[in-house]
Every structure is written in structure tokens, then in C-alpha cells.
């Protein structure tokens, strides 16, 4: 469980129960990023951008189960409420951009770059 989203993140380093790294969500090159585990749930919180647990496991690529120890049946699971779901049709339509831009021969910066990272982790929401 924690280990699967440790591995997914830069710069993890240890002090004592607590995990700290780079936050996928915003992209900044501090640790800032808080990861615990605790009663069977893995708590996660930016302090910086205020990234919760499920923000980061989406910037990732995971599903929401892998925050806990008990995997989420079907029947338990929450619909993907409308915002996320705009969000995530917004980053849909920016790789798009992004994708033919770069056909044509266009070099992205590295703020494009990091913001077609994130559009492509979160759309995996809708799939």
C-alpha cells in the first residue's frame, strides 16, 4: 500500500514514521510532501499546495484503493463526482492540443511539460 506510492515519487526520504518527497501535484522541488501510514489508511498532505491523499494518488496514476489497506469493493466505490470528471476532460483536451502541437514541430516549456504529466495521470480517472 504505502510502498506502492513511495515508489512512485521523487526524492523520498525517512524520518522515523513519516515519509517526506517531492508533491507530484504541484511539481516543486522541495519535500513537501507528507506521507503516512496509519490505521490502514495512507495519509497525504502538500504542504504547500495543500495536496490531499487523493489528489496525489491521481497525479500518480493509482487508484483511490491504493490509500487503503482494505481494497475498495465495486460496490463501495464513489462515483467520480462531476468536477473531478470536468477536470479531467479539461486535461483531456489540453494533451490533445499538446499532442498535435508537438506534431508540428513546437518544443513545449517546462511548465507545458509538467502540466501535460498531470493532464495525462488524471485522465486515467475517466477510464
Given at each position: ?7 512512485r ?23 513537501n ?59 483531456a ?35
Open positions: 500500500m504505502i510502498e506502492e506510492i513511495l515508489n515519487l521523487d526524492k523520498v526520504k525517512q524520518q522515523g514514521t513519516q515519509y517526506y518527497s517531492r508533491c507530484p501535484v504541484h511539481q516543486g522541488s522541495n519535500q510532501l507528507g506521507i503516512t501510514e496509519k490505521d490502514g489508511k495512507v495519509l497525504i498532505h502538500c504542504f504547500n499546495c495543500n495536496a490531499t491523499g487523493l489528489e496525489v494518488v491521481e497525479a500518480l496514476g493509482l487508484p483511490i484503493g491504493a490509500l487503503f489497506t482494505d481494497p475498495l469493493k465495486p460496490d463501495n466505490r464513489k462515483h467520480i463526482n462531476k468536477a473531478t470528471r470536468e477536470i479531467a476532460m479539461e486535461d483536451y489540453f494533451i490533445e492540443i499538446y499532442q498535435t502541437e508537438l506534431d508540428k514541430g513546437y518544443q513545449p516549456t517546462r511548465e507545458e511539460y509538467r502540466r501535460y504529466k498531470l493532464s495525462l495521470n488524471r485522465v486515467k480517472v475517466l477510464n
